[in-house]
């Protein structure tokens, strides 16, 4: 265990006393006085330190709105579609991204695992990405065509995208439960889960699994939510959709695939479809900081742009 400015010797002995951060941060001071042997300043210091590790201490609201500030964002690459998300996507968060076949989910994975590496002040957090690939689509040749066309450092981009292939449930469990050590090594920015819903899909057939399968995604997306939280990373989902069959609850014929338990996970969720040729419309429809909003953005061979070419053939 590691505590912010907590000895090594009082964190020997809550390792002897195998009390975890959670017990320690709901315990009161006498009770760890009494459970691990310390002094009542040492526990008045390792109280608020869980705390603050847990993110549990109450702040006021002009503290949270600066915490809110200083929160980084990756740029999508398209200005109106950062527009509809405060900026781009944010790190400490779980956002979804749902839409249909070929509707640009996986080439906004593909951009987005780029642009996390690019300085702050080009829309980027300095930092690497970890893409947890379900379907096996991840596609270096675009990444290569991305990052050529906007003169970046192809080797090196190629060099900080992490790939994981999850065959099944269980190995994308496992891959999430052993992320925080890597997280951590290599400056993880961004972590990409491309599809979340396909193997729930394909292995929790039938009503009888139902219940089975929800608790499964809440369990991985409080997982995936803490990684957000801890390590001040974004968190990317791609979901599927499905046919609406009680169309007045989603307002379209369509709506994101694995139902009402997985709804509220999401900070942020997203919709992408198709336009005309090679535009995309997103629309932010579920988030607690912006209103819904659409934007158009185009996914072309260069990635994804503002409108087709501007980037290519006026800078
Ligand atoms: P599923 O994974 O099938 O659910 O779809 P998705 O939403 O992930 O689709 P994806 O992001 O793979 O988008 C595929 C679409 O992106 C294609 O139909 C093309 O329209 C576009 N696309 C992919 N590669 C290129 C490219 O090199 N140039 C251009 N102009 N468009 C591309
Ligand atoms: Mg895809």
């Known amino acids: 265990m590691e505590l912010k400015g907590i000895d090594k010797e009082i964190l020997q002995k809550i390792e002897e006393s195998e009390l975890t951060l959670e017990n320690i ?77 070929g509707s640009g989910k996986t080439q906004l994975c593909f951009q987005l695992c780029i642009n996390v590496q690019l300085p702050f002040d080009e829309g980027g957090l300095d930092g690497t990405a970890f893409f947890i690939d379900t379907e096996r689509t991840f596609s270096p040749k675009r990444i290569i065509e991305m990052a050529t066309s906007r003169g970046l450092d192809v080797e090196s981009i190629l060099e900080n995208i992490y790939i994981s292939s999850a065959v099944n449930t269980h190995h994308l469990f496992s891959i999430v439960d052993s992320l925080a050590e890597t997280i951590q090594e290599k400056n993880v920015k961004l972590l990409i889960v491309d599809s979340f819903a396909s193997h729930f899909r394909s292995e929790y057939i039938g009503k009888e699994r139902l219940v089975e399968r929800q608790q499964k995604i809440m369990q991985i997306a409080e997982e995936l939510v803490a990684l957000a939280v801890k390590y001040d990373l974004a968190v990317l989902v791609t979901n599927q959709i499905i046919a609406n069959v009680e169309e007045f609850l989603f307002g379209s014929p369509e709506e994101p695939a694995l139902g009402f338990a997985w709804a509220h996970r999401p900070q942020q969720r997203i919709f992408v479809r198709k336009s005309r040729g090679s535009s995309r419309i997103a629309r932010l429809f579920d988030s607690s900081r912006m209103p819904e909003r659409e934007a158009l953005f185009y996914v072309t061979e260069s990635g994804l742009t503002d409108a087709p070419f501007s980037s290519d053939f006026y800078t």
């Not at 006085?33 to 310390?38: F, P």
């Not at 040492?42 to 949270?64: C, R």
């Open 25 to 101: 941060a709901v315990s009161t001071v006498t009770e760890l006085i009494d459970m691990i042997k310390i002094s009542e300043k040492d526990a008045k210091k390792l109280l608020s330190a869980a705390q603050n590790e847990l993110g549990i201490q109450p702040v006021t609201a002009l503290q949270f709105l600066e915490s809110e500030r200083k929160r980084g964002k990756i740029t999508t690459s398209s200005t109106e579609f950062d527009g509809i998300l405060g900026g781009g996507i944010w790190t400490q968060e779980l956002t979804e991204v749902a839409g249909g076949f």
